[in-house]
């Protein structure tokens, strides 16, 4: 089955740029999505097909996806944005195609 | 609003049933597909099981196939996870998410509901 392989932490400080990488082999052909979950919640998306943002969603969230690694980017970090973020894709060539990745906890200092 | 709000969980004993709901609302609930997602305690997120807009068709996560079965009444508004022959490894959270109608994403989620396993 389909792997995803998440770093377990990022740091970054207020005002600067986070990057949380999601690995797969040949991920770059499949559409990655992200999540955001903090404490206590259920995860929101933040990042569809790759890079696509859903209404409500800040512009500082991107997102990019080539080869064998996607990569979530957080510009001008702010306080709130410490979470946990999932990758997830879909395995259209199996018969249990829900794929998450670890996660990955972001923190800011 | 797109609303789903998922209710049944509690505490079970190994080899016990639980099934959980999932009421949907503010969307044509029988345009989409859904989907189980769960969170064990502390850990990360688990997919568990889909079901296409009219429930022809169904997939699962190899560690529920064969003791938990999706199902959904589109005239309730409502999707449901029968859990049999549960094991401790099942205690999580779990939630319902909505598909889209183009794509294989998750949202909205529902706020979740805990099953706990244990004797």
């Known amino acids: 089955s389909y792997v995803l392989t998440q770093p377990p932490s990022v740091s970054v400080a207020p005002g600067q740029t986070a990057r949380i990488t999601c690995g797969g082999n040949?991920?770059?052909?499949?559409?990655v999505h992200w999540y955001q979950q903090k404490p206590g919640q259920a995860p929101v998306l933040v990042v569809y097909?790759?890079?696509d943002r859903p209404s409500g969603i800040p512009e500082r969230f991107s997102g990019s996806n080539s080869g064998n690694t996607a990569t979530l980017t957080i510009s001008r970090v702010e306080a709130g944005d410490e979470a946990d973020y999932y990758c997830?894709?879909?395995?259209?060539?199996?018969?249990?195609?829900?794929?998450f990745g670890g996660g990955t906890k972001l923190t800011v200092l | 609003e797109v609303q789903l709000v998922e209710s049944g969980g509690g505490l079970v004993q190994p080899g016990g049933s639980l099934r959980l709901s999932c009421a949907a609302s503010?969307?044509?609930?029988?345009?989409?597909?859904m989907n189980w997602v769960r969170q064990a305690p502390g850990k990360g997120l688990e997919w568990v099981s889909y079901?296409?807009?009219?429930?022809?068709?169904?997939y699962y996560a190899d560690s529920v196939k064969g003791r938990f079965t999706i199902s959904r009444d589109n005239a309730k508004n409502s999707l449901y996870l029968q859990m049999n022959s549960l094991r401790a490894e099942d205690t999580a959270v779990y939630y319902c998410?909505?598909?889209?109608?183009?794509?294989?994403?998750?949202?909205?989620w529902g706020q979740g509901t805990l099953v706990t396993v244990s004797s």
């Open positions: 503010g969307f044509t609930f029988s345009s989409y597909e």
């Open positions: 040949n991920i770059g052909s499949k559409s």
């Open positions: 079901i296409s807009s009219s429930g022809s068709t169904i």
């Open positions: 997830q894709v879909w395995d259209s060539s199996s018969d249990h195609p829900g794929v």
């Open positions: 998410a909505r598909e889209p109608q183009r794509g294989n994403w998750f949202d909205p």
């Open positions: 097909d790759d890079s």
